[in-house]
């Protein structure tokens, strides 16, 4: 008779809450990891290169992954500095002419007034919208998948 029943042995105290096994896990670049590299003397189906479900890596079915929204922060900054050159733009063709300045030595002034306040008004706008981003980040479960007409 054999009846499978959990067993009845009680966990050690000092044992940690059991972690995600990310062995194998595809890094955030795409490369793919010595690890999960076919042998090439393992056999494929048809001589497609495609891997059998013996030949793929072992891990969890299931991976915890976090999801959310990030803003890029380059666009944010550029677009901060242009606003910044816009307003330069008008302040200096707008104004009252000056017979000892010209108009590109004023315009290159308040460029430099402008634009790089612009640019940390920007930065500190992107930082404000990540810290949202991260705060309705969400938690999901990935299923693994495995790709068949990758190399």
């Keep these: 008779m054999t009846s ?7 966990e050690p ?6 972690q995600p096994d990310t062995r194998g896990a595809v890094p955030a670049d795409g490369t793919a990891s010595a690890d999960r590299a076919v042998p090439a003397e393992a056999p494929t189906e048809a001589g497609t290169g495609a891997r059998t479900p013996a030949q793929a890596p072992a891990g969890p079915a299931y991976r915890e992954v976090t999801i959310r929204r990030a803003p890029k922060f380059v666009p944010f900054m550029l677009l901060g500095a242009v606003v910044g050159f816009l307003a330069a733009l008008v302040v200096a063709y707008t104004g009252p002419e000056d017979p000892t300045l010209t108009r590109e030595s004023i315009l290159g002034f308040f ?6 306040p612009g640019l940390l008004l920007a930065a500190l706008l992107v930082l404000v919208v990540d810290r949202r981003s991260v705060r309705r980040a969400e938690r999901a479960r990935a299923k693994r998948t495995y790709d068949d007409d990758a190399a």
């Design 4 to 10: 499978e029943q959990p067993s009845s042995a009680p």
């Design 13 to 18: 105290r000092n044992s940690t809450p059991e």
């Design 111 to 116: 460029t430099v007034a402008f634009a790089l």
